[in-house]
C-alpha cells in the first residue's frame, strides 16, 4: 500500500513555462512534506519542504503548494530551465517517526530548451 | 555544506558472497542514518535506521540477518547485504541526518551504491 503516490512518471514542459508536479498521500498523520531531487547515479538532494500548519511555501522558482482536506501537494518551477531535467520524488513524514521519509515514486521531468 | 559520503558506487559480486557499503557523514557527527533501497522506477524504500551505539531498528519485511547495519561511530554507518542473490541487485542509498539544524533542511544522501549480483 503506497502511502505517498506520485502518478505521473514523466512530464515535458518547454524552457520558461511552469512545470508543476503532484504527489498525493493516504496518512493523514503526516504532517511533513519535502521535494528531493534526483539526478541519475546520484542521490536525492533536497529542494524545499512545507509543513503541514501552512498551504504555501516559496523558495524562489520553486513553490509549494498543500491540500490537506484533499491530502495532495505540489511542486511549482516557474521558469522552467533546461537544469530542471531530472527525476523529482516528493516525501512526507510524521513527527513521531524520527525522522523517516516514505517516498513517492518520482516524476521525470524534461525541460526542453 | 553538508557532504555524505558513500563507497562503493557500483559493485559487482557473485552470488553467495558479502558486500559492504559505507555511508559517511563529512562535515557533521550523525546520531542517526537510514538505508535506502530503490527498484528501477520505483521509490526509495526505508529498509533500517541507524543509530549510534544501538542496534538498527528493521522496516517490516527487510531481513535483519540479510542486511546487518553497523553504526559504530557518529560518522560512519555500514551496510552488509550477506550472502548476496540476484534479487538483491538494486541502488542502495544512505542518508544522514546533522542533529544541529532543522531536521527537514539537515537530512542528506549519499550518492547511491548500484549493487549487481551475478
Known amino acids: 500500500d503506497q502511502q505517498v503516490k506520485q502518478n505521473s512518471p514523466s512530464l515535458s514542459v518547454q524552457e520558461g513555462r511552469i512545470s508543476i508536479l503532484n504527489c498525493d498521500y493516504t496518512?493523514?498523520?503526516?504532517?511533513?512534506f519535502l521535494w528531493y531531487k534526483k539526478y541519475p547515479a546520484e542521490g536525492p538532494t533536497f529542494l524545499i519542504s512545507?509543513?503541514?500548519?501552512?498551504d504555501k511555501n516559496e523558495d524562489g522558482r520553486f513553490t509549494v503548494f498543500l491540500n490537506k482536506s484533499a491530502k495532495h501537494l505540489s511542486l511549482h518551477i516557474v521558469p522552467s530551465q533546461p537544469g530542471d531535467s531530472a527525476v523529482y520524488f516528493c516525501a512526507a513524514s510524521d513527527v513521531d517517526s524520527s525522522y523517516k521519509l516514505i517516498f513517492g515514486s518520482g516524476t521525470r521531468l524534461l525541460v526542453r530548451p | 555544506g553538508a557532504v555524505v559520503s558513500q563507497h562503493p558506487s557500483r559493485v559487482i559480486c557473485k552470488s553467495g558472497t558479502s558486500v559492504k557499503i559505507e555511508c559517511r557523514s563529512l562535515?557533521?557527527?550523525?546520531?542517526?542514518m537510514f538505508w535506502y533501497r530503490q527498484f528501477p522506477k520505483q521509490s526509495l524504500m526505508l529498509m533500517a535506521t541507524s543509530n549510534e551505539g544501538s542496534k538498527a531498528t528493521y522496516e517490516q519485511g527487510v531481513e535483519k540477518d540479510k542486511f546487518l547495519i553497523n553504526h559504530a561511530s557518529l560518522t560512519l554507518s555500514t551496510l552488509t547485504v550477506t550472502s548476496a542473490h540476484p534479487e538483491d541487485s538494486s541502488f542502495y542509498i544512505c542518508?544522514?541526518?546533522?542533529?544541529?539544524?532543522?531536521?527537514?533542511?539537515?537530512?542528506?544522501f549519499g550518492s547511491g551504491t548500484q549493487l549487481s549480483v551475478l
Open positions: 562535515d557533521f557527527q550523525a546520531t542517526t
Open positions: 542518508s544522514a541526518r546533522d542533529p544541529t539544524g532543522a531536521w527537514n533542511e539537515k537530512l542528506f
Open positions: 496518512n493523514s498523520m503526516f504532517d511533513y
Open positions: 512545507i509543513s503541514s500548519i501552512k
